[in-house]
């Protein structure tokens, strides 16, 4: 099937360069202080010129309007994690940008409230993160995808959480998402990505 691919939390050219050369149709920058993937708003902007077609999205946890002022030039969609309907609803009403919701999923249960609680143009489902974590995603975290079997999420939605390139192929094949979405599982080091692993991930999910 086709994928879409977002690989998140880039920081230096070289990186999205190599997203962009191996058929990425997304990149990411986080913009959260705690991540060691953390970006200023105006090196995003940079790295994201001239990207031709590929999408850009910031990530943000809970952030307030200042932040999200200071970065949305830069994006093409904004993905906020920590955050209720409501809040997705006035982003998108303020920046006329597509706005994807992170739900941390754990339990079926997890999957069944996050479709209830709607929100967002797109639904992204990611590991929960686990207890006295500092960040809501880009732990290395993989849970159950047979969790979301059978259930009618009904919009856009997309799969993280613990991918790399040797499982990717398997979450395509058995979840069938439109989206993945990887950030730790192509790295040498927190925040470091590595570009030969950014290509396998494209590779290994380009011919699931």
Known sequence: MTV??????????????GSVAAGASHIGFVFFAASPRDIAPDRAFALGRDIGHVAR????????????????????????????????????ARYGLPVWRAAGVASRADVVAAVAAGGGDRLLFDAKAPTGSALPGGNGVRFDWRLLDGVDIGRAWGLSGGLDAATVGDAVRFARPPLVDVSSGVEDAPGVKSVSKIKAFIAAARAA
């Open 57 to 92: 999205v910031g990530v943000f946890v809970a952030p307030d309007d200042a932040l999200l002022d200071r970065a949305a030039p830069a994006l093409d969609i904004i993905q906020l994690h920590g955050v209720d309907a409501a809040r997705v609803a006035s982003v998108r």
């Open 4 to 17: 879409d691919i977002k690989i998140c939390g880039l920081t230096t050219r070289e990186t999205v360069d």
